[in-house]
């Protein structure tokens, strides 16, 4: 983003200008609008260029007069370059340092501001007569990802005689602390006419170096320690010989960073990353090995520091190569405090000719107040949350492995503004050594709210999240706390183990269940039955079903291993057997009543062991808790309907109301509820003794699809002795839009001597139905709501007010305009405004 924003705008990179748009001609060039005509200099054939909507055209002429583009060869151009070409270029020429001429087209117009630009000269005399195409390009173009972007440039660096031409990319992620820089430089050699590469290039605008602020690097004797955390961390560089450049900053002297460029190095920089909580007092710099040798190795002159806001220049009075090892320091004029440093290359105590000539830094230091500080002391500092805490967390932060465990074993001696800091350091540091610590401030945290349903505190939920973002790396710690904790802590351990590592989980919260507590189990198995639902988890579940391992488990284990499958019991390897093992002839009660879950899930897999269990459970069990469960998870097996039809007539009250629920699920996904289906469930509402049981029957064929049967069972229930049971026909009516029964619902909506509630429920079923018949009477019923004096003229008022918000007449805001009154009770005004808003079905 850096780079689609600054492009555009730039209009120079050093000393040299960046080609992003068109110019104008040369003066010293023979042209017109769409022809250019290069000299025959130095050596160097005369070139003709021509532009047009069909291309670039060049030819070579041994001489300047006469010569001219007809007939000559097309350049070979990029894609999407002839639209801009066909618009429109500019054509100059460019004499390089020598004499020599290079042709420059410049086609402005592209996406983004971007131009296209071709490179052209002419061969040296007696070397063939083709045109050269040096190079061609878009520059100005950012591509890439955010963060990433990169875009090719074109630098004229105008010399004594000539100029130099360099092309090059900026890269987003390698900058001069935020200053665009040319990397991948390859520069036009005059003498051979070819792109060559390793060209250096100076980053620095000539106008920032002229103001940069005056330094000079003093020798100075003695070793100095290095600091403990160091600050600085080389991040990026221009170039580097064998791509070391993290070697600055590593803290050992014997290892260098050599520029992979040949010569001064004007330019080449690295890129440090620093913290601007640490003010930066001076600089420790070793140039050359103290006793390593470095191939070529040659001493900068001159460099610049630079921050994002500042630039330094630093002069280096002798030759720092022939002193190995010895240490200068730049001392600033006041402290530096930046989140980032670069190093900059400027002249070096190397002739120009040198042809093995690398500038080499081996090392450099960042001196800060905090240097002579262990890293327990500086956890020490962090206490009170003052710049200075700041600076010693910055350095913490940077401070590795020791720097961690010395922030972990002060953090309990800390105030709350140093544990805040500290929880900074930790974040930062790998999962391996933050896990543990997290796990143990929830388990802290967990113990101290006790058995309070308190709002958690800021911490805990860092600590979990903090966890989760470690991902499986938290497993080993929280399944200690799942093995070691108590109570409460044993619950959350495991619910987050079964979230963060599934697999990881599986055999440990099989072990788990392993505990008399069974409030603690319940919990448990809920945790193992999330982990379950992983695909990741299937390998370590199949091993938990390993005949031998499954044999030992206790019963209460091997159950509750089964009962958290759940769905996905049929995909487990072991499982049909490890519950064939358990569902047998004679099994205990609480056996038979736990299985029935399982059971239900591997039927509709089609186990028939499974079915087998099921269906007799259903039919025959003596137990009427048993066939209660039976009823309540036979839905999920289709096969076993007729067993769940008949448990519908079950002796046992509770086992019918059951199957009444569980033949409604099936109902309900089912696209056409069967005729048998339907029958029990009419039945059960005309006939049962029991109000509840009929109630749930008219909500189950309420909530599946409309049938005949079904919406004549619902009708006829609006004559049924319960209130509930009427309210609950006329819902479902409703819902199905059975408009074949509009008249009885509409005597019930009228009937002064029927209940509120239900007369309200037929309002609604009518509104349902889109019955507009009823309009103005509803507009009577909300416009008393204001003034209504018992409980079901308000229960009326509100139903009235929906109905009308569900048919939406067109005079609707007319109608409800009384009930927008200021002085209307808030809660009617709001049932109005609801209204208005509503969404209507009807037409």
């Known amino acids: ?418 544990k805040k800091l500290a929880e900074g350091v930790i974040d930062a540091a790998p999962c391996a050594d933050q896990a543990p610590f997290w796990t143990r401030v929830m388990q802290a945290e967990l113990e101290k709210k006790g058995t309070k349903r308190a709002p958690e505190e800021p911490v805990l939920v860092h600590a979990r999240d903090r966890l989760r973002r470690c991902g499986r790396a938290s497993a080993a710690s929280l399944a200690e706390l799942v093995v070691k904790g108590e109570g409460k802590v044993r619950i959350e351990a495991a619910a987050e183990l079964s979230l963060i590592a599934p697999a990881e989980a599986i055999p440990v919260l099989v072990d788990a269940l392993a505990t008399p507590d069974d409030a603690l189990r319940r919990e448990l198995r809920g945790s193992l039955a999330h982990a379950a639902k992983s695909e990741r988890a299937l390998a370590a579940l199949g091993a938990e079903f390993e005949k031998e391992r499954f044999a030992g488990r206790s019963e209460v284990v091997r159950i509750d291993l089964l009962r958290a499958l759940g769905a996905r019991i049929d995909l487990v390897p072991g499982a049909r057997d490890a519950f064939a093992s358990l569902a047998t002839e004679g099994a205990p009660f609480r056996t038979r009543y736990l299985l029935l879950g399982p059971a239900a899930d591997l039927a509709r897999a089609g186990d028939k062991h499974a079915e087998t269990f099921l269906v007799t459970a259903l039919r025959k069990d003596p137990d009427r808790h048993v066939r209660l469960r039976a009823a309540e998870v036979a839905h999920r097996a289709p096969q076993v309907l007729p067993s769940l039809l008949e448990a519908s007539e079950d002796p046992e009250v509770r086992v019918r109301d059951a199957a009444v629920f569980s033949l409604g699920a099936r109902g309900r996904t089912d696209e056409a509820p069967s005729a048998a289906l339907v029958t029990a469930l009419g039945k059960r509402l005309a006939q049962d003794p029991f109000t509840f049981v009929r109630t749930n029957a008219a909500r189950s064929l309420g909530e599946m699809p409309s049938t005949k049967a079904g919406d004549a069972a619902l009708a006829a229930a609006l004559g049924d002795a319960s209130p509930e049971v009427r309210g609950r026909a006329l819902d479902g009516l409703g819902m199905h839009q059975a408009t074949a029964y509009l008249g009885p619902i509409r005597e019930l909506a009228g009937n002064d001597e029927e209940q509120a509630e239900v007369r309200a429920r037929a309002l609604l079923a009518l509104a349902a139905m889109c019955d507009r018949s009823q309009v103005d009477t509803w507009t009577k019923l909300a416009r008393r709501t204001p003034f209504a004096m018992s409980e079901g003229e308000r229960t009326l008022g509100a139903a009235a007010i929906a109905a009308l918000g569900d048919i939406k007449p067109q005079d609707l805001r007319a109608r409800l305009a009384p009930l927008l009154d200021p002085k209307v009770p808030r809660n009617v005004r709001e049932l109005a405004r609801a209204a208005l808003e509503a969404t209507s079905k009807c037409k």
């Open 1 to 418: 983003m850096r780079l689609r924003t600054a492009l555009p705008a730039l209009a120079t990179l050093a000393t040299g200008t960046l080609v992003l748009a068109t110019s104008e001609a040369a003066p010293d060039s023979k042209s017109s609008k769409d022809v250019i005509v290069a000299p025959a200099v130095a050596g160097q054939q005369a070139l003709a260029v021509r532009v047009s909507k069909a291309g670039i055209v060049a030819r070579v002429c041994a001489k300047e007069a006469d010569c001219n583009a007809e007939s000559g060869t097309t350049i070979e151009l990029p894609a999407g370059a002839l639209d801009l070409v066909a618009k429109g270029a500019k054509l100059e020429t460019k004499t390089l340092v020598g004499g020599r001429q290079v042709v420059r087209v410049v086609a402005g117009g592209g996406p983004g501001g971007a131009s296209f630009v071709a490179l052209l000269g002419a061969p040296l005399a007696g070397k063939g007569d083709a045109p050269i195409t040096l190079w061609t390009g878009f520059t100005g173009l950012a591509k890439g990802e955010h963060g990433e972007e990169r875009a090719a440039v074109l630098v004229e660096e105008p010399l004594e005689k000539g100029v130099r031409l360099v092309v090059g990319e900026q890269r987003d992620d390698v900058t001069v602390c935020g200053r665009p820089a040319l990397v991948s430089a390859r520069e036009v050699d005059p003498q051979t006419m070819t792109l060559k590469r390793g060209a250096s290039v100076q980053n620095l605008s000539g106008e920032e170096r002229a103001a940069a602020v005056k330094l000079a690097a003093a020798q100075v004797s003695g070793d100095k320690p290095r600091p403990l955390v160091p600050l600085l961390v080389a991040r990026t560089a221009s170039s580097a010989v064998g791509k070391a450049f993290a070697t600055l900053t590593d803290g050992d002297p014997e290892t260098a960073w050599s520029e992979a460029k040949t010569g001064p190095g004007r330019g080449e920089f690295v890129t440090f990353s620093s913290a601007s909580e640490v003010p930066i007092a001076s600089l420790d710099i070793v140039v050359r090995p103290p006793k390593a040798e470095v191939s070529g190795g040659a001493a900068p002159k001159r460099i610049y520091l630079a921050t994002p806001e500042k630039l330094y220049e630093v002069s280096f009075a002798e030759d720092a190569f022939k002193k190995a090892g010895a240490r200068y320091e730049v001392k600033l004029p006041e402290p530096i405090t930046a989140t980032c440093l670069s190093v900059v290359l400027d002249t070096a105590y190397a002739p120009e000719s040198a042809a093995d000539a690398r500038v080499t830094i081996a090392e450099i230091t960042a001196r800060t107040a905090f240097d002579e500080s262990s890293p327990e002391a500086l956890v020490g500092a962090l206490a009170g949350g003052s710049d200075r805490s700041k600076g010693a967390a910055a350095l913490l932060a940077r401070g590795g492995s020791a720097a961690v465990k010395a922030t972990i074993q002060g953090y309990d001696k800390l105030d709350d503004a140093g």
